[in-house]
Protein backbone atom coordinates (compact mmCIF):
# COMPACT_ATOMS: atom_id res chain seq x y z
CA UNK A 1 0.00 0.00 0.00
CA UNK A 2 2.75 2.66 1.21
CA UNK A 3 4.98 1.51 -1.47
CA UNK A 4 2.70 2.99 -4.38
CA UNK A 5 2.71 6.37 -2.99
CA UNK A 6 5.33 9.20 -3.72
CA UNK A 7 8.43 8.04 -1.79
CA UNK A 8 8.72 10.90 -0.02
CA UNK A 9 5.70 10.55 1.54
CA UNK A 10 6.62 6.77 2.51
CA UNK A 11 9.89 8.05 3.99
CA UNK A 12 7.73 10.78 6.38
CA UNK A 13 4.89 8.52 7.49
CA UNK A 14 7.97 5.89 7.93
CA UNK A 15 9.94 8.59 10.34
CA UNK A 16 6.60 9.86 12.38
CA UNK A 17 5.77 6.26 12.96
CA UNK A 18 9.18 5.75 14.02
CA UNK A 19 9.32 8.55 16.53
CA UNK A 20 5.56 7.36 18.05
CA UNK A 21 6.97 4.09 18.80
CA UNK A 22 10.61 5.43 20.34
CA UNK A 23 7.48 6.67 23.48
CA UNK A 24 5.95 3.16 23.96
CA UNK A 25 10.01 1.55 23.46
CA UNK A 26 11.33 4.40 26.19
CA UNK A 27 8.25 3.71 28.59
CA UNK A 28 8.77 -0.54 28.44
CA UNK A 29 12.40 0.46 29.04
CA UNK A 30 12.04 2.46 31.66
CA UNK A 31 9.93 0.04 33.19
CA UNK A 32 11.64 -2.73 32.84
CA UNK A 33 14.88 -0.95 34.58
CA UNK A 34 13.23 0.32 37.23
CA UNK A 35 11.22 -3.51 37.96
CA UNK A 36 14.87 -4.73 37.55
CA UNK A 37 17.26 -2.07 40.27
CA UNK A 38 14.09 -2.66 42.90
CA UNK A 39 14.06 -6.23 42.57
CA UNK A 40 16.39 -6.71 45.44
CA UNK A 41 13.87 -4.47 47.70
CA UNK A 42 10.77 -5.91 45.81
CA UNK A 43 12.38 -9.74 47.85
CA UNK A 44 13.17 -8.08 50.56
CA UNK A 45 9.76 -6.13 51.72
CA UNK A 46 6.98 -7.43 49.08
CA UNK A 47 4.49 -5.51 47.78
CA UNK A 48 1.78 -4.92 50.23
CA UNK A 49 4.47 -4.21 53.14
CA UNK A 50 6.26 -1.76 51.39
CA UNK A 51 3.51 0.04 50.61
CA UNK A 52 2.08 -0.03 53.86
CA UNK A 53 5.20 0.48 56.18
CA UNK A 54 5.75 3.80 57.58
CA UNK A 55 9.90 2.82 58.35
CA UNK A 56 12.30 4.78 56.58
CA UNK A 57 15.66 3.91 58.38
CA UNK A 58 18.72 3.94 56.08
CA UNK A 59 20.74 2.78 59.48
CA UNK A 60 18.69 -0.51 60.11
CA UNK A 61 17.90 -0.71 56.46
CA UNK A 62 14.11 -1.05 56.74
CA UNK A 63 11.84 0.83 54.38
CA UNK A 64 8.45 1.43 53.33
CA UNK A 65 7.11 3.85 51.11
CA UNK A 66 3.63 4.92 52.85
CA UNK A 67 5.31 8.10 54.09
CA UNK A 68 6.48 9.78 50.70
CA UNK A 69 2.77 8.04 49.27
CA UNK A 70 1.19 10.48 51.54
CA UNK A 71 3.21 13.56 51.05
CA UNK A 72 2.75 13.37 47.13
CA UNK A 73 -1.10 12.87 47.72
CA UNK A 74 -1.26 15.76 50.19
CA UNK A 75 0.86 17.76 48.17
CA UNK A 76 -0.93 17.11 45.30
CA UNK A 77 -4.28 17.51 46.04
CA UNK A 78 -3.99 20.31 48.29
CA UNK A 79 -2.11 22.27 45.16
CA UNK A 80 -4.78 21.01 42.63
CA UNK A 81 -7.15 22.74 44.79
CA UNK A 82 -5.68 25.66 44.97
CA UNK A 83 -4.72 25.87 41.24
CA UNK A 84 -7.75 25.24 39.68
CA UNK A 85 -10.17 27.89 40.30
CA UNK A 86 -7.28 30.08 40.39
CA UNK A 87 -6.56 29.26 37.11
CA UNK A 88 -10.35 28.88 35.57
CA UNK A 89 -10.53 32.67 36.81
CA UNK A 90 -7.52 33.70 35.13
CA UNK A 91 -8.89 32.04 31.71
CA UNK A 92 -12.03 33.80 32.46
CA UNK A 93 -10.42 37.73 33.07
CA UNK A 94 -8.14 36.35 29.79
CA UNK A 95 -10.95 35.54 27.17
CA UNK A 96 -14.16 37.21 28.40
CA UNK A 97 -13.70 40.76 31.27
CA UNK A 98 -10.14 41.59 30.13
CA UNK A 99 -9.65 44.84 27.93
CA UNK A 100 -7.97 44.04 24.68
CA UNK A 101 -4.87 45.76 25.18
CA UNK A 102 -4.31 43.70 28.84
CA UNK A 103 -5.08 39.84 27.07
CA UNK A 104 -1.97 40.32 25.64
CA UNK A 105 0.31 40.55 28.51
CA UNK A 106 -1.55 38.98 30.75
CA UNK A 107 -1.31 35.32 28.41
CA UNK A 108 2.47 35.94 28.23
CA UNK A 109 2.73 36.18 31.64
CA UNK A 110 0.81 33.40 32.86
CA UNK A 111 2.83 31.32 29.97
CA UNK A 112 6.21 32.83 31.09
CA UNK A 113 5.44 31.33 35.00
CA UNK A 114 5.57 27.82 32.94
CA UNK A 115 8.90 28.74 31.67
CA UNK A 116 10.62 29.39 34.87
CA UNK A 117 12.64 26.01 35.72
CA UNK A 118 11.81 24.35 39.14
CA UNK A 119 15.10 24.53 40.76
CA UNK A 120 14.72 28.71 40.69
CA UNK A 121 10.82 28.32 42.29
CA UNK A 122 13.04 26.09 45.22
CA UNK A 123 15.23 29.00 45.73
CA UNK A 124 12.82 31.59 45.74
CA UNK A 125 10.31 29.25 47.79
CA UNK A 126 13.13 28.86 50.93
CA UNK A 127 14.01 32.41 50.72
CA UNK A 128 11.00 34.27 50.13
CA UNK A 129 7.85 32.41 50.75
CA UNK A 130 8.70 30.24 53.67
CA UNK A 131 9.48 33.21 55.69
CA UNK A 132 6.40 35.10 54.54
CA UNK A 133 4.50 32.00 55.25
CA UNK A 134 6.27 31.17 58.81
CA UNK A 135 5.86 34.88 60.27
CA UNK A 136 2.22 35.97 58.61
CA UNK A 137 0.07 33.69 56.88
CA UNK A 138 0.14 30.97 58.54
CA UNK A 139 -0.25 32.69 62.45
CA UNK A 140 -2.96 34.09 60.69
CA UNK A 141 -4.47 31.34 59.41
CA UNK A 142 -3.74 29.32 62.96
CA UNK A 143 -6.03 32.04 65.05
CA UNK A 144 -8.38 32.29 62.45
CA UNK A 145 -9.76 28.43 61.02
CA UNK A 146 -6.96 26.73 63.45
CA UNK A 147 -9.65 27.53 65.86
CA UNK A 148 -11.97 25.65 64.47
CA UNK A 149 -13.19 22.33 65.96
CA UNK A 150 -12.58 19.13 63.13
CA UNK A 151 -10.40 21.16 61.21
CA UNK A 152 -8.43 22.83 63.50
CA UNK A 153 -5.93 19.26 63.34
CA UNK A 154 -4.98 20.46 60.02
CA UNK A 155 -3.36 23.73 61.34
CA UNK A 156 -1.28 22.36 64.71
CA UNK A 157 2.05 23.13 65.71
CA UNK A 158 4.55 26.02 65.30
CA UNK A 159 4.33 27.42 61.69
CA UNK A 160 8.02 26.63 60.27
CA UNK A 161 7.37 27.82 56.27
CA UNK A 162 8.94 24.29 55.74
CA UNK A 163 5.99 22.07 55.58
CA UNK A 164 3.33 20.83 53.50
CA UNK A 165 1.37 23.37 53.25
CA UNK A 166 4.01 26.00 51.47
CA UNK A 167 5.51 23.17 49.14
CA UNK A 168 1.34 22.96 48.16
CA UNK A 169 1.77 26.54 47.03
CA UNK A 170 4.58 26.84 45.49
CA UNK A 171 3.12 23.67 43.87
CA UNK A 172 0.00 25.61 42.55
CA UNK A 173 1.97 28.46 41.32
CA UNK A 174 3.52 26.18 39.10
CA UNK A 175 0.83 24.21 37.87
CA UNK A 176 -1.46 27.22 37.11
CA UNK A 177 0.35 28.18 33.76
CA UNK A 178 -0.66 24.35 32.37
CA UNK A 179 -4.24 24.60 33.57
CA UNK A 180 -5.17 28.54 32.90
CA UNK A 181 -3.51 28.31 28.88
CA UNK A 182 -5.43 25.34 28.26
CA UNK A 183 -8.54 26.34 29.88
CA UNK A 184 -8.24 30.11 27.81
CA UNK A 185 -7.88 28.04 24.77
CA UNK A 186 -10.70 25.94 25.09
CA UNK A 187 -12.62 28.81 26.51
CA UNK A 188 -12.19 31.22 22.52
CA UNK A 189 -13.30 27.90 20.74
CA UNK A 190 -17.01 28.95 22.38
CA UNK A 191 -18.77 29.55 18.71
CA UNK A 192 -19.34 33.47 19.22
CA UNK A 193 -22.75 33.00 18.11
CA UNK A 194 -23.84 31.12 20.83
CA UNK A 195 -22.31 33.39 23.11
CA UNK A 196 -24.27 36.58 21.41
CA UNK A 197 -27.70 34.95 21.28
CA UNK A 198 -27.20 34.10 24.77
CA UNK A 199 -26.32 38.42 25.38
CA UNK A 200 -28.97 39.14 22.91
CA UNK A 201 -32.10 37.11 24.78
CA UNK A 202 -30.59 39.30 27.95
CA UNK A 203 -28.01 37.17 29.87
CA UNK A 204 -25.34 38.87 32.30
CA UNK A 205 -21.86 38.18 31.85
CA UNK A 206 -21.76 36.00 34.98
CA UNK A 207 -24.77 34.22 33.53
CA UNK A 208 -22.39 33.50 29.98
CA UNK A 209 -19.65 32.69 31.13
CA UNK A 210 -21.54 29.93 33.67
CA UNK A 211 -24.00 28.48 31.59
CA UNK A 212 -22.58 28.85 28.20
CA UNK A 213 -18.71 29.16 28.03
CA UNK A 214 -17.65 26.78 30.88
CA UNK A 215 -20.02 23.74 29.73
CA UNK A 216 -18.87 24.63 26.25
CA UNK A 217 -15.21 23.92 27.01
CA UNK A 218 -15.26 21.52 30.07
CA UNK A 219 -13.30 18.83 28.49
CA UNK A 220 -10.69 21.04 27.59
CA UNK A 221 -10.68 22.51 31.08
CA UNK A 222 -10.16 18.62 32.11
CA UNK A 223 -7.65 18.02 29.90
CA UNK A 224 -5.41 20.96 31.15
CA UNK A 225 -6.13 19.89 35.30
CA UNK A 226 -4.39 16.31 34.05
CA UNK A 227 -2.66 17.88 32.53
CA UNK A 228 -1.51 20.01 36.15
CA UNK A 229 -1.62 16.52 38.20
CA UNK A 230 1.01 14.84 36.10
CA UNK A 231 3.45 17.83 37.11
CA UNK A 232 2.03 18.19 40.62
CA UNK A 233 2.72 14.76 41.12
CA UNK A 234 6.31 14.35 39.72
CA UNK A 235 7.47 17.74 40.34
CA UNK A 236 10.75 17.57 42.38
CA UNK A 237 13.53 20.44 43.33
CA UNK A 238 10.80 22.86 43.98
CA UNK A 239 9.52 20.85 46.99
CA UNK A 240 12.95 19.28 47.76
CA UNK A 241 13.97 22.76 49.25
CA UNK A 242 10.95 23.61 51.50
CA UNK A 243 9.29 20.29 52.42
CA UNK A 244 12.12 18.70 54.33
CA UNK A 245 12.43 15.00 53.88
CA UNK A 246 11.02 14.20 57.11
CA UNK A 247 9.05 10.61 56.67
CA UNK A 248 6.43 11.14 58.86
CA UNK A 249 2.69 10.91 58.41
CA UNK A 250 0.96 13.99 60.18
CA UNK A 251 -2.40 15.52 60.41
CA UNK A 252 -0.86 19.03 60.42
CA UNK A 253 -0.06 21.09 57.27
CA UNK A 254 2.39 23.07 59.19
CA UNK A 255 4.82 19.98 59.82
CA UNK A 256 7.55 19.00 57.16
CA UNK A 257 7.12 15.37 55.16
CA UNK A 258 8.72 14.02 52.28
CA UNK A 259 7.48 13.05 48.64
CA UNK A 260 8.48 10.83 46.75
CA UNK A 261 10.28 12.38 44.18
CA UNK A 262 12.07 14.73 47.39
CA UNK A 263 12.97 11.53 48.52
CA UNK A 264 14.72 10.83 45.56
CA UNK A 265 16.06 13.21 44.84
CA UNK A 266 17.87 13.87 48.11
CA UNK A 267 19.12 10.44 49.10
CA UNK A 268 20.16 9.02 45.85
CA UNK A 269 23.40 10.14 45.57
CA UNK A 270 24.53 9.52 48.70
CA UNK A 271 22.44 5.89 49.23
CA UNK A 272 25.58 3.58 49.90
CA UNK A 273 24.28 0.53 50.87
CA UNK A 274 22.62 -2.13 47.89
CA UNK A 275 18.97 -2.53 49.91
CA UNK A 276 18.90 1.44 49.79
CA UNK A 277 19.90 1.98 46.47
CA UNK A 278 17.36 -0.88 45.45
CA UNK A 279 14.52 0.58 47.95
CA UNK A 280 14.93 4.27 46.39
CA UNK A 281 14.39 2.21 42.34
CA UNK A 282 11.34 0.44 44.15
CA UNK A 283 10.02 4.23 45.36
CA UNK A 284 10.35 5.58 41.61
CA UNK A 285 8.71 2.33 40.37
CA UNK A 286 5.71 3.25 42.79
CA UNK A 287 5.69 6.98 41.64
CA UNK A 288 5.91 5.68 38.08
CA UNK A 289 2.43 3.05 38.79
CA UNK A 290 0.95 5.81 40.71
CA UNK A 291 1.11 8.43 38.02
CA UNK A 292 0.40 6.01 35.32
CA UNK A 293 -2.88 4.95 36.89
CA UNK A 294 -3.95 8.55 38.01
CA UNK A 295 -3.44 10.16 34.28
CA UNK A 296 -4.72 6.61 33.00
CA UNK A 297 -8.12 7.20 35.54
CA UNK A 298 -8.32 11.08 34.08
CA UNK A 299 -8.02 9.94 30.46
CA UNK A 300 -10.78 7.08 31.17
CA UNK A 301 -13.55 9.87 32.39
CA UNK A 302 -11.73 12.45 29.82
CA UNK A 303 -12.94 9.75 26.98
CA UNK A 304 -16.32 9.14 28.52
CA UNK A 305 -17.04 12.44 28.61
CA UNK A 306 -15.77 13.08 25.28
CA UNK A 307 -18.19 10.47 23.89
CA UNK A 308 -20.78 11.25 25.86
CA UNK A 309 -20.38 15.12 24.36
CA UNK A 310 -20.20 14.41 20.48
CA UNK A 311 -23.58 12.29 21.13
CA UNK B 1 31.91 12.82 -2.03
CA UNK B 2 33.65 15.97 -1.03
CA UNK B 3 31.45 16.07 1.74
CA UNK B 4 31.92 12.79 3.04
CA UNK B 5 35.48 13.01 2.79
CA UNK B 6 35.36 15.93 4.70
CA UNK B 7 33.35 14.65 7.71
CA UNK B 8 35.85 11.69 7.75
CA UNK B 9 38.49 13.89 7.87
CA UNK B 10 37.17 16.07 10.67
CA UNK B 11 36.68 12.80 12.56
CA UNK B 12 39.76 11.61 12.33
CA UNK B 13 41.34 14.81 13.74
CA UNK B 14 38.56 14.68 16.70
CA UNK B 15 39.82 10.91 17.66
CA UNK B 16 43.33 12.28 17.24
CA UNK B 17 42.71 14.98 19.82
CA UNK B 18 40.75 12.64 21.98
CA UNK B 19 43.45 10.49 22.11
CA UNK B 20 46.13 12.30 22.64
CA UNK B 21 43.46 14.03 25.48
CA UNK B 22 43.15 10.97 27.21
CA UNK B 23 47.03 10.36 28.10
CA UNK B 24 46.70 13.53 30.63
CA UNK B 25 43.09 14.01 31.59
CA UNK B 26 42.50 12.46 34.60
CA UNK B 27 38.56 11.56 35.88
CA UNK B 28 37.30 11.28 39.04
CA UNK B 29 33.96 11.24 40.49
CA UNK B 30 32.45 11.22 44.16
CA UNK B 31 31.70 13.61 47.18
CA UNK B 32 30.34 16.85 46.85
CA UNK B 33 32.33 18.28 50.40
CA UNK B 34 35.64 18.64 48.63
CA UNK B 35 34.57 19.38 45.03
CA UNK B 36 34.75 23.01 45.17
CA UNK B 37 38.51 22.57 46.27
CA UNK B 38 39.78 19.50 44.09
CA UNK B 39 38.32 22.24 41.19
CA UNK B 40 40.63 24.88 42.72
CA UNK B 41 43.55 22.31 42.65
CA UNK B 42 42.90 21.16 39.39
CA UNK B 43 42.68 24.83 37.93
CA UNK B 44 45.87 25.42 39.09
CA UNK B 45 47.75 22.18 38.44
CA UNK B 46 46.52 22.85 34.61
CA UNK B 47 48.67 25.58 34.62
CA UNK B 48 51.40 24.37 36.43
CA UNK B 49 51.49 20.77 34.29
CA UNK B 50 49.08 21.26 31.39
CA UNK B 51 47.35 17.83 33.19
CA UNK B 52 43.25 18.01 33.54
CA UNK B 53 41.37 17.05 36.19
CA UNK B 54 37.77 16.34 35.35
CA UNK B 55 36.00 15.54 38.81
CA UNK B 56 32.01 15.14 39.02
CA UNK B 57 30.68 15.99 42.19
CA UNK B 58 27.99 13.41 42.70
CA UNK B 59 27.86 12.41 46.23
CA UNK B 60 29.90 9.72 48.16
CA UNK B 61 27.62 7.11 47.48
CA UNK B 62 27.99 7.55 43.50
CA UNK B 63 31.90 8.35 44.14
CA UNK B 64 32.03 4.59 46.05
CA UNK B 65 29.90 2.96 43.11
CA UNK B 66 31.89 4.54 40.35
CA UNK B 67 35.26 3.79 41.32
CA UNK B 68 33.71 0.01 42.19
CA UNK B 69 32.49 -0.30 39.13
CA UNK B 70 35.77 0.76 37.59
CA UNK B 71 34.39 3.85 35.27
CA UNK B 72 36.65 6.35 37.17
CA UNK B 73 40.15 6.98 38.00
CA UNK B 74 39.03 8.17 41.10
CA UNK B 75 36.34 7.81 43.81
CA UNK B 76 35.79 9.90 46.74
CA UNK B 77 34.15 9.54 49.68
CA UNK B 78 33.39 11.38 53.21
CA UNK B 79 32.49 8.18 54.30
CA UNK B 80 35.56 6.05 55.00
CA UNK B 81 35.65 1.88 53.85
CA UNK B 82 36.36 -0.31 56.32
CA UNK B 83 39.48 -2.27 55.43
CA UNK B 84 37.11 -4.98 54.55
CA UNK B 85 34.83 -3.30 52.64
CA UNK B 86 38.04 -2.13 50.35
CA UNK B 87 39.23 -5.33 50.25
CA UNK B 88 36.13 -6.85 48.49
CA UNK B 89 36.31 -4.18 45.90
CA UNK B 90 40.38 -4.26 45.51
CA UNK B 91 40.19 -0.49 46.51
CA UNK B 92 43.12 1.49 48.09
CA UNK B 93 41.83 4.55 50.09
CA UNK B 94 43.91 7.77 51.26
CA UNK B 95 42.88 11.39 53.22
CA UNK B 96 42.85 14.33 51.01
CA UNK B 97 41.34 17.18 53.46
CA UNK B 98 40.03 17.56 56.36
CA UNK B 99 36.68 18.74 57.42
CA UNK B 100 35.29 19.59 60.60
CA UNK B 101 31.38 20.25 61.84
CA UNK B 102 30.08 23.09 63.61
CA UNK B 103 27.22 23.19 65.60
CA UNK B 104 25.64 26.55 64.90
CA UNK B 105 22.71 28.14 66.75
CA UNK B 106 20.53 31.19 66.83
CA UNK B 107 19.41 32.78 70.40
CA UNK B 108 18.30 36.08 70.81
CA UNK B 109 21.11 38.00 73.28
CA UNK B 110 23.74 34.82 72.76
CA UNK B 111 26.55 36.28 70.96
CA UNK B 112 29.33 33.82 68.47
CA UNK B 113 30.95 31.13 70.70
CA UNK B 114 29.40 32.20 73.82
CA UNK B 115 27.26 29.43 74.33
CA UNK B 116 28.90 26.05 75.10
CA UNK B 117 28.16 22.85 74.71
CA UNK B 118 29.48 19.15 75.78
CA UNK B 119 28.44 15.71 74.12
CA UNK B 120 25.88 14.72 76.33
CA UNK B 121 23.49 17.94 75.91
CA UNK B 122 23.69 18.05 72.09
CA UNK B 123 22.69 14.57 72.13
CA UNK B 124 19.87 14.99 73.86
CA UNK B 125 19.14 17.93 71.97
CA UNK B 126 19.13 16.34 69.01
CA UNK B 127 17.36 13.50 70.31
CA UNK B 128 14.37 16.21 71.63
CA UNK B 129 14.94 15.51 74.96
CA UNK B 130 16.37 18.76 76.09
CA UNK B 131 13.39 21.15 74.65
CA UNK B 132 14.24 24.48 76.31
CA UNK B 133 17.33 26.48 76.57
CA UNK B 134 17.42 27.29 79.94
CA UNK B 135 17.25 23.72 80.65
CA UNK B 136 19.38 22.99 83.70
CA UNK B 137 22.19 20.87 81.76
CA UNK B 138 22.52 23.54 79.32
CA UNK B 139 22.61 25.77 82.48
CA UNK B 140 25.06 24.35 84.40
CA UNK B 141 27.47 24.64 81.20
CA UNK B 142 26.62 28.32 80.86
CA UNK B 143 26.62 29.19 84.48
CA UNK B 144 27.04 33.06 83.15
CA UNK B 145 24.95 33.13 80.11
CA UNK B 146 20.80 34.20 80.30
CA UNK B 147 19.30 31.76 78.55
CA UNK B 148 16.09 32.64 77.53
CA UNK B 149 12.85 30.01 78.17
CA UNK B 150 12.21 29.28 74.57
CA UNK B 151 11.47 25.99 72.91
CA UNK B 152 14.46 24.77 70.69
CA UNK B 153 13.87 24.38 66.63
CA UNK B 154 16.16 21.23 65.86
CA UNK B 155 17.63 21.74 62.30
CA UNK B 156 19.16 18.62 60.09
CA UNK B 157 20.08 18.00 57.16
CA UNK B 158 17.05 16.81 54.70
CA UNK B 159 19.52 14.79 51.99
CA UNK B 160 21.95 12.25 52.59
CA UNK B 161 25.63 13.96 53.06
CA UNK B 162 28.73 13.03 54.51
CA UNK B 163 28.07 15.99 57.05
CA UNK B 164 25.80 13.87 58.62
CA UNK B 165 28.00 10.86 58.65
CA UNK B 166 30.54 12.65 60.34
CA UNK B 167 28.07 14.32 63.12
CA UNK B 168 25.95 11.09 63.78
CA UNK B 169 29.29 9.24 64.19
CA UNK B 170 30.31 11.82 67.12
CA UNK B 171 26.92 11.17 68.38
CA UNK B 172 26.79 7.90 68.52
CA UNK B 173 30.49 7.09 69.73
CA UNK B 174 29.98 9.74 72.40
CA UNK B 175 26.55 9.12 73.60
CA UNK B 176 25.31 5.84 74.08
CA UNK B 177 21.48 6.49 74.16
CA UNK B 178 21.79 7.87 70.72
CA UNK B 179 23.67 5.07 69.22
CA UNK B 180 20.65 2.60 70.78
CA UNK B 181 18.00 5.40 69.26
CA UNK B 182 19.08 6.45 65.68
CA UNK B 183 22.45 5.47 64.80
CA UNK B 184 24.99 6.78 62.29
CA UNK B 185 25.03 7.15 58.66
CA UNK B 186 24.62 9.99 55.85
CA UNK B 187 21.02 9.68 56.01
CA UNK B 188 19.25 9.17 59.40
CA UNK B 189 15.68 8.87 61.01
CA UNK B 190 15.82 12.09 62.99
CA UNK B 191 13.85 11.92 66.06
CA UNK B 192 13.05 15.62 65.79
CA UNK B 193 13.23 18.51 63.89
CA UNK B 194 13.65 20.03 60.54
CA UNK B 195 15.26 19.28 57.36
CA UNK B 196 16.98 21.85 55.46
CA UNK B 197 18.72 21.20 52.22
CA UNK B 198 22.13 21.12 52.00
CA UNK B 199 24.48 23.30 54.27
CA UNK B 200 22.94 26.31 52.38
CA UNK B 201 19.32 24.42 53.71
CA UNK B 202 20.22 24.32 57.31
CA UNK B 203 22.39 27.52 57.26
CA UNK B 204 18.84 29.50 56.30
CA UNK B 205 16.76 27.76 58.53
CA UNK B 206 19.18 28.62 61.67
CA UNK B 207 19.59 31.76 60.26
CA UNK B 208 16.03 32.90 60.20
CA UNK B 209 14.21 30.69 63.02
CA UNK B 210 14.69 32.44 66.60
CA UNK B 211 16.30 29.41 69.32
CA UNK B 212 17.37 27.20 66.52
CA UNK B 213 20.13 25.07 66.60
CA UNK B 214 21.80 22.69 63.33
CA UNK B 215 24.94 21.68 62.34
CA UNK B 216 26.86 22.59 59.04
CA UNK B 217 30.44 22.29 57.39
CA UNK B 218 32.79 24.83 59.14
CA UNK B 219 33.23 26.80 55.54
CA UNK B 220 29.54 27.39 56.05
CA UNK B 221 29.34 28.29 59.14
CA UNK B 222 32.67 30.73 58.77
CA UNK B 223 31.12 32.39 55.19
CA UNK B 224 27.51 33.13 56.13
CA UNK B 225 28.99 34.46 60.27
CA UNK B 226 26.50 31.74 61.55
CA UNK B 227 26.71 31.96 65.51
CA UNK B 228 28.38 28.41 66.27
CA UNK B 229 28.75 27.08 69.67
CA UNK B 230 32.03 26.20 72.04
CA UNK B 231 32.23 22.10 72.65
CA UNK B 232 34.06 20.33 75.22
CA UNK B 233 36.42 18.01 73.73
CA UNK B 234 37.47 14.78 75.14
CA UNK B 235 40.81 16.37 77.28
CA UNK B 236 37.99 18.57 79.10
CA UNK B 237 39.01 21.53 77.52
CA UNK B 238 35.92 24.22 75.85
CA UNK B 239 37.14 24.60 72.25
CA UNK B 240 36.33 27.13 69.53
CA UNK B 241 35.99 25.76 65.46
CA UNK B 242 39.23 26.63 63.74
CA UNK B 243 42.31 25.71 61.59
CA UNK B 244 44.13 25.04 64.51
CA UNK B 245 41.55 23.09 66.41
CA UNK B 246 40.90 20.87 63.18
CA UNK B 247 44.57 20.43 62.71
CA UNK B 248 45.05 19.27 66.48
CA UNK B 249 41.93 16.56 65.63
CA UNK B 250 43.68 15.76 62.86
CA UNK B 251 47.17 15.25 64.42
CA UNK B 252 45.70 13.37 67.54
CA UNK B 253 43.60 11.12 65.22
CA UNK B 254 44.14 7.69 64.58
CA UNK B 255 45.35 7.22 60.92
CA UNK B 256 46.67 4.11 60.26
CA UNK B 257 47.64 3.27 56.74
CA UNK B 258 47.48 -0.55 57.88
CA UNK B 259 43.66 -0.07 57.99
CA UNK B 260 43.82 2.19 54.62
CA UNK B 261 43.16 5.67 57.01
CA UNK B 262 39.98 4.21 58.19
CA UNK B 263 39.14 6.32 60.88
CA UNK B 264 37.11 9.53 62.23
CA UNK B 265 38.60 12.47 63.55
CA UNK B 266 35.38 12.75 66.36
CA UNK B 267 36.55 12.88 69.95
CA UNK B 268 40.33 12.49 69.61
CA UNK B 269 42.45 13.36 72.69
CA UNK B 270 44.16 16.22 71.76
CA UNK B 271 44.23 18.63 74.46
CA UNK B 272 43.19 21.75 71.56
CA UNK B 273 41.03 19.41 69.31
CA UNK B 274 38.00 20.22 67.58
CA UNK B 275 35.89 16.81 69.10
CA UNK B 276 33.35 16.56 65.21
CA UNK B 277 35.70 16.28 62.41
CA UNK B 278 36.48 14.06 59.54
CA UNK B 279 38.72 13.81 56.35
CA UNK B 280 37.53 13.31 53.09
CA UNK B 281 38.72 10.04 51.43
CA UNK B 282 40.42 8.90 47.71
CA UNK B 283 39.51 5.67 46.81
CA UNK B 284 41.47 3.79 43.59
CA UNK B 285 41.12 0.49 42.06
CA UNK B 286 44.20 -1.94 42.74
CA UNK B 287 44.60 -2.89 38.80
CA UNK B 288 44.22 0.47 37.77
CA UNK B 289 48.22 1.26 38.00
CA UNK B 290 48.40 4.24 35.33
CA UNK B 291 45.45 5.99 36.45
CA UNK B 292 46.16 5.44 40.35
CA UNK B 293 49.82 6.91 39.01
CA UNK B 294 48.24 9.69 37.66
CA UNK B 295 45.87 10.23 40.24
CA UNK B 296 49.00 10.13 43.09
CA UNK B 297 50.60 12.75 40.60
CA UNK B 298 47.73 15.12 41.37
CA UNK B 299 47.40 14.47 44.86
CA UNK B 300 51.69 14.59 45.46
CA UNK B 301 51.15 18.08 43.86
CA UNK B 302 48.33 19.37 45.65
CA UNK B 303 49.91 18.14 49.22
CA UNK B 304 52.81 20.27 48.16
CA UNK B 305 51.41 23.43 46.70
CA UNK B 306 48.02 23.15 47.43
CA UNK B 307 47.55 24.27 51.25
CA UNK B 308 46.85 27.52 50.65
CA UNK B 309 44.40 27.17 48.51
CA UNK B 310 42.62 24.64 50.54
CA UNK B 311 42.87 27.79 53.33
CA UNK B 312 41.48 29.94 51.24
CA UNK B 313 38.44 27.77 50.69
CA UNK B 314 38.15 27.33 53.94
CA UNK B 315 39.06 23.83 53.93
CA UNK B 316 42.04 22.31 56.65
CA UNK B 317 44.92 20.90 55.07
CA UNK B 318 46.19 17.57 55.68
CA UNK B 319 49.09 17.93 58.88
CA UNK B 320 52.81 17.45 57.04
CA UNK B 321 52.88 14.24 59.54
CA UNK B 322 49.75 12.87 57.79
CA UNK B 323 50.78 13.66 54.49
CA UNK B 324 53.86 11.60 54.88
CA UNK B 325 52.00 8.47 56.10
CA UNK B 326 50.27 8.69 52.90
CA UNK B 327 53.45 9.26 50.99
CA UNK B 328 54.60 5.64 52.46
CA UNK B 329 51.64 4.60 51.71
CA UNK B 330 51.76 5.42 47.71
CA UNK B 331 55.06 3.89 48.12
CA UNK B 332 54.29 0.52 49.81
CA UNK B 333 51.40 0.08 47.25
CA UNK B 334 54.02 0.85 44.04
CA UNK B 335 52.23 4.29 43.34
CA UNK B 336 54.91 6.91 43.97
Keep these: MLQKKNPVDFAFSLITALASLTVIVLIGGIFVVLWQESSLSIRKFGVIDFLLSTDWNPVTESFGAATAIYGTAVTTLLALLMAIPAAIGIAIFVTEIAPDFLKGPIGIAIELLAAIPSIIYGMWGLFTLAPIMANYIEPALQKSIGALPGVGILFQGTPMGIDLFTASVILSIMIIPFTASIARDSFTLTPSVVKESAYAIGATKWEVVKNVVLPYSKLGVFGGVALSLGRALGETMAVAFVLGNNHQITTSLFDAAATITVTLANEFTEADTDVYLSSLFYLALVLFALSFIVLAVAKFFLLKAERRYSR | ?336
Design chain 2, 1 to 336: MRAVAGIIAALIVAATFSIAQAEDILNGAGASFPAPLYQAWAYEYNKATGAKLNYQSIGSGGGVRQIAGRTVDFGASDDPMTPEELKKDRLLQFPAVIGGVVPVVNIPKVKAGELRLDAASLCRIFLGEIKHWDDPAIKALNPKLALPHTEITVVHRSDGSGTTAIFTNYLSETCPAWKAKVGEGKAVKWPVGIGGKGNEGVANYVKRTQSSIGYVEFAYAKQNKLNHAQLKNRAGSFVEPGFDSFEDAADSGDFDPKKDFHTWLNNTPGKTAWPIAGATFILLAKDKSEANRKTVRFFDWAFKNGDATAKNLTYVPLPQKLKDKVRAYWKANNLY
